[in-house]
């Protein structure tokens, strides 16, 4: 059967993850979520002081990353590694999270990124998820989805994850971390957030996980076909 790449990009917090490892465990395609590359670059950058404007401190530092996904059987998904060690948990974490927006907008540090990711993406048969996958990274995919949703019905999404681990945590926190990321990815000189003009937008506000799933499996299938 036909492979295609499927481009899944969006705002913070609007469940594009979700859909891509949904529709690549339906379809059998690997699943490849971007977003965890930037946070582990930048779980790099903190812990070894990499000062942001400083370009020859950055390409030492990339010289010296080695990021892999490897599948963990238990959940049932890929955990983020950055040089062997796994950083799955750790990259979710608020620090991180507040950082990675800003190191995300350093032209090294995406095209670290974007040249693994489309290395990822030769054999085709891959759903991934990000900010410019469908505009930069794989331009030619198939099919793209842009993901939108109700910046509320976002924050309460986020804030029911979280609070399972940070019990200090507060919608506020969140609902002013994901503003100023979308901010920052929408405005940022390389690569911005943005739909490309052959995407199809796919707002989640108001429909079930299983609902979205369907609309978006119809699309893969369309395609495929
Ligand atoms: O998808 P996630 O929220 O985990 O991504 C974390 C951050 O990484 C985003 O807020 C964005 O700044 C950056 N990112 C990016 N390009 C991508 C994926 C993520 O700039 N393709």
């Not at 971007?34 to 950055?58: E, S």
């Not at 943005?194 to 796919?202: F, P, Y």
């Amino acid at each position: 059967m036909k492979k295609i790449i499927i481009a899944i990009d969006g705002f913070s917090s609007c469940g594009k993850s979700t859909l891509a490892k949904q529709l690549a465990k339906e379809l059998n395609y690997v699943f490849v979520d971007t977003g965890a590359m930037y946070r582990a670059i930048t779980v790099y950058f903190l812990r070894n002081n990499i000062a942001t404007d400083n370009t020859k401190q950055i390409n030492q530092a990339l010289q010296h990353i080695h990021l892999n996904f490897i599948f963990n059987k238990e959940k049932g998904s890929s955990d983020m590694y950055l040089n062997n060690e796994n950083v799955e948990l750790l990259i979710r974490e608020m620090l991180v999270t507040q950082n990675v927006s800003n190191i995300s907008t350093i032209k090294e540090v995406r095209e670290f990124a974007v040249a693994q990711q489309q290395q990822m993406g030769k054999a085709k048969g891959i759903v991934m998820d990000g900010r410019d996958i469908g505009t930069t990274v794989f331009p030619d995919a198939e099919l793209k989805i842009f993901v939108t949703a109700n910046v509320d019905v976002r924050v309460e999404r986020r804030y029911k994850e979280l609070i399972v681990t940070d019990a200090t945590i507060t919608k506020e926190a969140i609902k002013q971390n994901l503003l100023e990321r979308d901010h920052i990815d929408s405005t940022r000189e390389i690569s911005p957030l943005k739909k490309a003009d052959d995407a199809i937008v796919l707002d989640n506000s108001f429909i079930t996980r299983e609902e979205q799933l369907a609309i978006a499996l119809q699309w893969a299938k369309e395609r495929i076909n």
